[in-house]
């Protein structure tokens, strides 16, 4: 059985960084496609960006693009969402999710196995 746990989040100002980390067992998730969603309060869960299992092309949400980073730590089975220059938009819970498939998709509904979030909050 899959399980993914995300951690690493928190409170930050505008302009900070955080790095999230999703670990991931049950099953190797190495070369499967790891995608990074968000739900902020009163919206829907959005994708923020996805590490394919091809090379792991990487691919992200415009508003996070040039801010945001997809790392995999395969020794670690561990795959890590950086988040630098912040801001109070990007607040929300942030998942992890996969399909134990090589492609990256946008849509939730194409990932079955999900983390149970981490609360980030960017406030001043």
């Known amino acids: 059985q899959v399980q993914l746990v995300e951690s690493g989040g928190g409170l930050a100002q505008p302009g900070e960084s955080l790095r999230l980390s999703c670990a991931h067992s049950g099953f190797s998730l190495d070369h499967y496609a790891i995608g990074w969603f968000r739900q902020a309060p009163g919206k829907k869960r959005e994708a923020v960006l996805c590490i394919s299992g091809v090379n792991d092309n990487t691919y992200y949400q415009n508003s996070v693009r040039g801010r945001f980073t997809g790392l995999r730590d395969i020794a670690k089975r561990t795959v890590y969402l950086e988040m630098n220059n912040l801001k109070p938009e990007d607040t929300g819970v942030y998942y992890c999710?996969?399909?134990?498939?090589?492609?990256?998709?946008?849509?939730?509904?194409?990932?079955?196995?999900w983390g149970q979030g981490t609360q980030v909050t960017v406030s001043s």
């Open positions: 999710a996969t399909d134990r498939t090589f492609s990256c998709s946008a849509y939730e509904r194409d990932f079955r196995y």
